[in-house]
């Protein structure tokens, strides 16, 4: 089973802002407590290929995650794939950005999320989590940007 999650939120600053610092994962921290620890292979600016490895924490558990840049489109489209096998995976998703006439920038996050092994079982519970948390999820992506 695999299903999807996104959040929408408008930022209060321009698109080319916008997309530099949400292609930069290491700012993922930032609006997503989950993330512990990231760093982006190889150093350098991001592009198609670039790999980001992470440490996340989810319901207690420490795990190691592995993300490739699949689309790299500056400033409208970034996009990912998880390479990493954890219970339930983030298998492809990305952010699409849209200039809005007032200099603010519509962000659209999203992810699908699928369960392997035992996480077949238990990545309902994850959407639903996920899902539930989208709306402040998307409000943290807000303040992160504004605030830097």
Known sequence: M????EATVEVDRPVDEVFAYLADGRNDPKFSPRVLRIERIPEGPTAVGTVFRSTVKDAGMKTARTFRITAFEPPRTLRWAEESK??????????????????????????????HGLGKLLVGLALA???KDAPAFGQRIKTAIEAS
């Open 2 to 5: 695999s299903g999807q999650f």
């Open 86 to 115: 954890n219970l339930v995976t983030a298998t492809r998703g990305g952010y699409d950005l849209e200039p809005l006439p007032d200099g603010r920038t519509r962000v659209r996050v999203h992810n699908v999320l699928e369960g």
């Open 129 to 131: 989590a996920a899902r």
